[in-house]
């Protein structure tokens, strides 16, 4: 008995406290689109349908067109443009739990609960179930259900007709029941993945780590043998190649750490914990495996002021890490030498949120595809970067309730800006000298 309640606790914790939300189910600008227009035409194809080949008592053109006109909200240029982010998860949950659970029940309530209306019910349960969280979708049938069976009596209809409201009852809880077990059994399915991809991920990283770990050793023992009695130019030599090869080994290392993380994006970890902002920018950009001198010298940092935010430090340290990398990289591809102060990490509080801002004159990013670079898979790096780099960035920041946007030009540079909550859990905001 111990150890079932025990196992019940684990899976309540793991897949309905700690298991985040997905408002959207396989989100994609093209699936959205084909919902929006299937859901408007839907409407209007159902008005002719129950109003005109096969009446039903209380079809409603106003509501038709309301209902059509709701689902525009699926076609929105900024929830299609980045269906992931929070905000078009709220827009998409708003908008289905209007469509589906609302409006069916109200018109189930209207229509006395009739074969028609009956089967529509049971078809809207499934396909809810199919469309969002499972969590999600439950929560949205209890309220959405109550309050379509409010708005319809309150307009004169009734739950049931007068022949068989059990067996309504009974057909509506079965459809109800399989609903939530197939919600369930998706969720596993997803979570069952991820797991398996960490655990192919996890082998091959402890792969990689042991030959890395060698190459490391390699450069201490050329550092130790730039101190025998040797020449200085040759002492000078094997310090700048142990130093390259460590730095080489922790750049690996943080590609590794990276991509594990980037197989979390669905369960990032859920620290909480106060961030002082300055601290951690100038702890990365000191530890950043630069490839030479000259691109560490032309990092510059300046704090304006310093702010508390909560999340996790080792997942925004590698938010900081991958922009700055991205920033070199720009920077590289430009035709002139990177010179100090060419790329810039600001600290500052900015209408009340705390921001970070990393700016490099480098080639920018043309304006049409400034739009899609957060989409995962997608990268301006031709044949240099898997896409996951910034849309790791991203669900970092919205995870801590904060905004990542960018702002450039092409050719005269780009500025990345991460927005967040301040926190009064740390230090309180206060200026820094620059670095």
Not at 135 to 146: D, H, K, N, S, Y
Not at 342 to 359: E, F, N, P, T, Y
Not at 403 to 419: K, N, Q, T, Y
Request: with cysteine.
């Amino acid at each position: 008995m111990k150890n079932t309640l025990t196992r019940w606790r684990q899976w309540w914790h793991d897949d309905v406290v700690d298991a985040p939300f997905e408002p959207i189910l396989h989100p994609s600008s093209q699936r959205l689109l084909w919902i929006g227009v299937f859901t408007f035409a839907g409407h209007m194809l159902f008005y002719w349908m129950w109003a005109h080949a096969l009446p039903q008592p209380h079809e409603n053109l106003l509501a038709r067109l309301f209902m059509a006109l709701t689902a525009l909200i699926y076609l929105m240029p900024g929830l299609r443009r980045d269906p992931t982010s929070a905000s078009s998860g709220r827009w998409f949950t708003l908008a289905t739990w209007i469509q589906l659970p609302w409006f069916f029940t109200w018109m189930y309530g209207m229509n006395g609960g009739n074969p028609v209306w009956l089967g529509s019910f049971v078809a809207m349960v499934l396909i809810y179930y199919h469309a969002t969280d499972w969590r999600i979708a439950t929560l949205g049938l209890i309220t959405g259900g109550g309050a379509g069976l409010m708005t319809s009596h309150l307009l004169g209809g009734v739950a049931h007709g007068p022949q068989q409201p059990l067996a309504n009852l009974v057909v509506i809880g079965f459809a109800w029941s399989m609903g939530l077990m197939l919600g369930l059994s998706s969720a596993n399915l997803r979570r069952a993945r991820l797991i398996n991809t960490l655990s192919t991920m996890g082998v091959m990283a402890h792969e990689l780590r042991t030959p890395l770990a060698t190459v490391n050793l390699m450069g201490d023992v050329l550092r130790n043998l730039s101190q025998n009695d040797v020449g200085d130019a040759k002492r000078k030599k094997f310090e700048e190649l142990a130093t390259r090869l460590q730095n080489l080994v922790r750049s690996m290392n943080r590609q590794i750490d990276t991509q594990i993380s980037n197989a979390q994006l669905l369960r990032l970890p859920r620290e909480n914990l106060p961030i002082q902002a300055a601290e951690l920018v100038h702890e990365v950009v000191a530890n950043y495996p630069y490839r030479s001198s000259r691109e560490r010298d032309c990092v510059r940092v300046q704090v304006q002021q310093d702010f508390c935010f909560t999340g996790s430090r080792a997942m925004f340290a590698q938010v900081i890490t991958n922009l700055l990398k991205n920033a070199l990289h720009a920077l590289a591809s430009a035709s002139n030498a990177p010179q100090p102060g060419d790329l810039r990490v600001d600290v500052g509080v900015h209408h009340g949120k705390g921001r970070i801002a990393v700016s490099d004159d480098g080639i920018g990013i043309s304006h049409e595809l400034q739009s899609r670079i957060f989409e995962p898979f997608y990268s301006t790096q031709a044949g240099a970067g898997n896409g996951l780099g910034l849309t790791f960035c991203k669900n970092v920041v919205e995870a801590a309730h904060g905004r990542i946007s960018v702002h450039s030009e092409p050719g005269l540079g780009a500025v990345f800006m991460i927005d967040l909550p301040l926190s009064t859990t740390g230090s309180p905001a206060r200026p820094a000298p620059t670095a």
